[in-house]
C-alpha cells in the first residue's frame, strides 16, 4: 500500500495534542496550587512538606500525555501504511485525551487549592483527605488516556 | 527534499519560542506589577523582589533551546512530510508549555512577593521552591519535545 505522509503526519499531531492538553492543565493546576501554597507558607511555614505534596499532583497529566504520545508515535512507526481515516481518527483521539488531562489538571489544582488553604487552620490533617478527593478527579485524566489506548488498539 | 516539510520543521521551533516570549513576558509582567507596591511598602527587599520577579524569563530560554534543535535537526537531513507535520504540532505543544508555564509561575513568583514585607523576607525560599514546581512544566515540554522528535524517524 503506498505511504500517506498526511495521515502519518496526523496520528503523530494527535499524539503532540495529547500532551499539549496535559502540559496546559498541569500548568493551570499548578498555577492555582502553588499561588495558595505560598499564602499558606507566609501564615505557616512548617506546612512546607504537604503544601510540596498537594501542589504536585496536578503534575501527573503531563505524564498521562506524554504516554499517549509516546503510544501513538509507536503505533504510526509500527503502522506506516496508515491510511487518512486512521489519521483523522487518530488526531480526534488525541484532542479528546487533551481535553481529558486539560480539564482534570485544571480541577485537581482548584481541589489541592482548597485543601492547602485549610491546612494551618486543620493544622495538616487535611492533606489525606485532599489526596483522597484529587485523585478522584485525577481518574478523569487516567481514564481519557486508557480509553484513548482502547480505541487504538481497535482501530487496528 | 520536501521544502513543505522543511517549513512546518523549522515554523514549529519558532513557534515553540514564540510561546516562551509571551509566557516570560505575561509571567513578568504580572511578578513585576506586584514587586512595585511591595517596593513601595518596603524598599529593602530589592534583592528578593528582582530575583522572584526574573524567574519566569527561563521560559524564553526553554523555546530557543526547542527552535535551535528543530532548526538543527531540520537543516542536517531529509525530513518527511509527516515529520514536519509532527514537528509543527510538537512545536504547538511546547509553546502551550511555555506560555502557561510562564504565565502561572509569575502568578505564584507575585503572590510571594505580596507577603514578602509581611513575612520579613522569609518567605522568599519557599516562594523559589513552589515556583520553580511551576517551571517544571516548562521543561517538561522542552524535553518531551526533543524526545518526541527523536523517536519519529
Redesign the interface.
Known amino acids: 500500500m503506498p505511504v500517506d505522509l498526511i495521515a502519518q503526519g496526523l496520528g503523530y499531531a494527535g499524539g503532540a495534542v495529547a500532551l499539549l492538553g496535559g502540559v496546559i492543565g498541569s500548568s493551570l493546576g499548578m498555577g492555582v496550587a502553588c499561588s495558595s501554597g505560598v499564602q499558606t507558607l507566609a501564615e505557616d511555614p512548617k506546612q512546607l512538606r504537604n503544601v510540596i505534596l498537594l501542589s504536585a499532583l496536578p503534575m501527573t497529566q503531563t505524564f498521562y500525555g506524554l504516554i499517549t504520545l509516546i503510544q501513538f508515535i509507536l503505533y504510526v512507526n509500527a503502522h506506516p501504511e496508515i491510511d487518512l481515516a486512521r489519521g483523522l481518527a487518530l488526531l480526534a483521539l488525541g484532542f479528546m485525551v487533551g481535553a481529558a488531562e486539560a480539564y482534570s489538571a485544571k480541577k485537581q489544582g482548584e481541589i489541592c487549592a482548597s485543601g492547602i488553604i485549610e491546612l494551618p487552620r486543620t493544622r495538616g490533617k487535611i492533606t489525606f483527605n485532599t489526596v483522597i478527593m484529587a485523585v478522584y478527579v485525577e481518574l478523569i485524566g487516567i481514564l481519557g488516556m486508557v480509553f484513548a489506548l482502547m480505541a487504538l488498539s481497535l482501530i487496528g | 527534499m520536501d521544502p513543505l516539510a522543511q517549513g512546518l520543521g523549522i515554523a514549529g521551533g519558532v513557534i515553540a519560542l514564540l510561546g516562551g516570549a509571551i509566557g516570560a513576558s505575561l509571567g513578568i509582567g504580572h511578578a513585576g506589577s506586584a514587586s512595585t507596591a511591595t517596593l513601595t511598602i518596603d524598599p529593602r527587599r530589592a534583592s528578593s523582589v528582582y530575583l522572584l520577579t526574573a524567574l519566569p524569563m527561563a521560559n524564553v530560554f526553554f523555546g530557543l533551546i526547542v527552535m535551535l534543535a528543530f532548526i538543527i535537526h531540520t537543516t542536517s537531513g531529509e525530513i518527511?512530510?509527516?515529520?514536519?507535520?509532527?514537528m509543527?504540532?510538537?512545536g504547538?505543544?511546547t509553546a502551550?508549555?511555555e506560555i502557561?508555564?510562564g504565565?502561572?509561575?509569575g502568578?505564584?513568583c507575585a503572590?510571594?512577593i505580596a507577603?514578602i514585607p509581611?513575612?520579613k523576607g522569609?518567605?522568599v525560599l519557599?516562594?523559589l521552591?513552589?515556583?520553580v514546581?511551576?517551571g517544571?512544566?516548562g521543561i517538561?515540554?522542552m524535553v518531551?519535545a526533543l524526545m518526541?522528535i527523536s523517536?519519529?524517524?
Request: include cysteine; proline fraction near 2%; glycine fraction near 6%.
Open positions: 518527511s512530510l509527516a515529520k514536519g507535520i509532527a509543527l504540532a510538537l504547538a505543544m502551550c508549555a502557561f508555564s504565565i502561572k509561575m502568578e505564584v503572590a510571594g507577603v509581611r513575612t522569609k518567605i519557599n516562594t521552591i513552589i515556583s514546581y511551576v517544571i512544566i517538561l515540554g518531551f518526541a523517536l519519529i524517524p
